[in-house]
C-alpha cells in the first residue's frame, strides 16, 4: 500500500517565481490537509480540502497561496511570486475521515534563493 | 486547543520501555489526547490517541490520568529506530494540528 506521495521532494525557486507542490492522498483518502514547517519550527495546519472543496483555509496565507484537490489527481499547493520567507518543508496528509488519524507524508523541501 | 508540556529532550537504553510524560492541565472534556512522532527528515507519522481510557496498539500504550491533567506515552521495548521527536497534542479536531516542540527521544545502543 503506497502512502501518502509528495513530489517534487526538493524545489528550488528564485524570489518571483511560482512554485506547484503535488500531493497524492493514500488510496481511499478524500480528505487532504497542507501542512508547513518552518526552520527551527513545529509543523502548521494551513489548508484542509475535501474532493473538490476547500473545507478550513484558516492557516493559509491571504495572498500568493492557493491550493486544490480537484475530483481527478493530485491535490497541488500552489504558491505563486516566491519570497525567501516561503522557504520551508512542506508536508501533505491524508486521511479517510475527519475524525481518523492523518497519514504524512515526506514533505517537499522548497527553498527560494 | 490545550497547551501542552513536554521535556525537551529526554535518553532511552535500547530494548528499554521509554516513558514519555505530557502535561495538559487545561484539557476540556472532549478534547483528545494525540502523540505523533517525527523522525529526522521525514513527515510526522500517528502513534496512538485516547480520551480517557488507556490505550494499546502494535507501537505503543498511552496511559492517561483519570483527571486527565497529563498523560504519558509507553515504548515498550525501544529500538535506535525510535530515535525521534514525540508531540503530545490535545485538540477537539484531528485535523489542525498543532504542533510544539515535542521531546527528542534518542535511543542509546
Known amino acids: 500500500n503506497a502512502g501518502v506521495m509528495q513530489n517534487p521532494r526538493h524545489l528550488v525557486r528564485r524570489r518571483g517565481q511560482e512554485a506547484r507542490l503535488r500531493c497524492s492522498p493514500v488510496?481511499?483518502?478524500?480528505?487532504v490537509y497542507w501542512y508547513r514547517q518552518l526552520p527551527e519550527e513545529g509543523l502548521k495546519f494551513m489548508v484542509y480540502?475535501?474532493?473538490?472543496?476547500?473545507?478550513?483555509e484558516s492557516g493559509m496565507p491571504k495572498e500568493r497561496f492557493s491550493a486544490e484537490f480537484p475530483k481527478e489527481g493530485p491535490s497541488i499547493l500552489r504558491i505563486q511570486q516566491v519570497v525567501r520567507g516561503d522557504s520551508a518543508a512542506y508536508f501533505c496528509?491524508?486521511?479517510?475521515?475527519?475524525?481518523?488519524?492523518?497519514?504524512f507524508g515526506n514533505g517537499t523541501r522548497l527553498t527560494v534563493t | 486547543d490545550a497547551k501542552t508540556t513536554q521535556p525537551p529532550s529526554m535518553d532511552c537504553a535500547e530494548g528499554r520501555a521509554a516513558n514519555l510524560p505530557c502535561n495538559h492541565s487545561?484539557?476540556?472534556?472532549?478534547?483528545?489526547v494525540y502523540w505523533y512522532r517525527q523522525i529526522h527528515s521525514q513527515g510526522p507519522q500517528y502513534i496512538i490517541h485516547g480520551l480517557k481510557n488507556n490505550e494499546t496498539n502494535e507501537m505503543a500504550s498511552l496511559i492517561i490520568t483519570e483527571d486527565r491533567k497529563s498523560s504519558t506515552l509507553i515504548l515498550p521495548h525501544a529500538t535506535l529506530r525510535d530515535t525521534a521527536v514525540y508531540y503530545c497534542i490535545v485538540m477537539e479536531v484531528n485535523y489542525k494540528l498543532t504542533f510544539g516542540k515535542g521531546t527528542l527521544l534518542t535511543v542509546n545502543p
Open positions: 480540502l475535501q474532493k473538490e472543496n476547500i473545507i478550513d
Open positions: 496528509a491524508s486521511s479517510p475521515s475527519p475524525e481518523s488519524p492523518l497519514h
Open positions: 487545561t484539557i476540556s472534556g472532549n478534547e483528545y
Open positions: 488510496k481511499g483518502h478524500s480528505h
